[in-house]
C-alpha cells in the first residue's frame, strides 16, 4: 500500500473501511439504478458502517473531528439526521459533538402533531436556531431539498451539510450552493477508485472502467486534510478521555481497530 490510512488520513481512512466492510459495489457491466432514476456503475452503501463497532466507532471520532475541522462546532447549535439513514449517523456525531439532536422526516406524519421534526419541543424550534443536517450520502442533491424545506419552513437556519460520502459526479455540489447550501463530505467517488486501486480491492479491468466513467463525469475532488501542531493538540484534548487515542499518528490505533472488525461475528 502507497496511501497512509491514520486517523489524520480522513478519505482515506473512511474509504478504506467503506471498501473493507463491503459496502463499496462496482458494476460497469450491470450498473445501479437509483430511485432518481440515475444510472451508475457505482454503489456505496453507508448504512453498513453502523454495523462493526470498530468501524462505528472509527466514523463517530472522524467525523467528530472532520466538522470540527471543516464546519467548526461553534457554526451550529442542533444536529438533524435525515430519515432514515442520517438518523444513525447524526446520533453518533451529536453525543461525540455535544450537541442537541433532532431528526427530520421526508414529510410531515398524517396523524398526531403531524410533526415534520422529531426530538425538539415546539419551544426550541421556535427559537430560530441553526441546524447541521447530516445524511449518509449525497448523488445529485435532490432528495436534501424536503429536509432543508422543512428547517426553513420552522423558522430555523440551514446552511451546511455533511455527509460521509458524496459521488462527486452528479453536480450535488453546485446545485446545492444555489440553495444558499455548502456540502461537506469526507469521501467521493475520485477517492474510493484511488483507495481501492491502493487496496487492490477490485480486477484491473473493473477498476479501468469504472476510472473511464468517472473520467467522463465532473469530478469534485476532495483535498487531503493537514493539520497544525495546535490543531493536533486541539484535537488530543477533545479525545482525551479515550485510552486509545494516541494525538500522533494513530497508527497503533487504526491496526487494532481494523484488527478487531475483522473478527467473525458470533
Known sequence: MKLSYTIFD???????????????????????????????????????MIGPSAVRHRLSMIGSSFIYKEIGKENFSVIAGGETAGIPIATLLADRIHKPLCYVRKAPKGF????????????ELAEGRKF?????????????????????QSGNIVT?????????????????????????????????IEVAEDLEAF??????????YVGQQSVLTIPEITFTPEQIEYLAELHKNETDYDPNTMIGV???????????SQ
Do not use: W
Open 10 to 48: 480522513y478519505a482515506n481512512a473512511i474509504a478504506k473501511d467503506l471498501i473493507e466492510i463491503g459496502a463499496v459495489h462496482f458494476r460497469p457491466e450491470d450498473p445501479f439504478t437509483f430511485t432518481s432514476g440515475r444510472i451508475s456503475p457505482i454503489y456505496v452503501d453507508v448504512r453498513r
Open 112 to 123: 398526531g402533531r403531524g410533526a415534520q421534526i422529531e426530538g425538539l419541543s415546539d419551544e
Open 132 to 152: 447541521l443536517l447530516c445524511e449518509d450520502l449525497c448523488s445529485d442533491g435532490g432528495s436534501k431539498r424536503n429536509f432543508i424545506h422543512a428547517i426553513r
Open 160 to 192: 451546511d451539510i455533511f455527509v460521509v460520502y458524496s459521488y462527486g459526479i452528479f453536480g450535488a455540489e453546485e446545485s446545492l450552493a444555489e440553495d444558499g447550501i455548502t456540502l461537506h463530505s469526507m469521501v467521493n467517488a475520485a477517492k474510493l
Open 203 to 212: 480486477p484491473a479491468d473493473t477498476i479501468a472502467k469504472i476510472k473511464d
Open 254 to 264: 487504526h491496526e487494532e481497530l481494523v484488527e478487531s472488525s475483522q473478527e467473525p
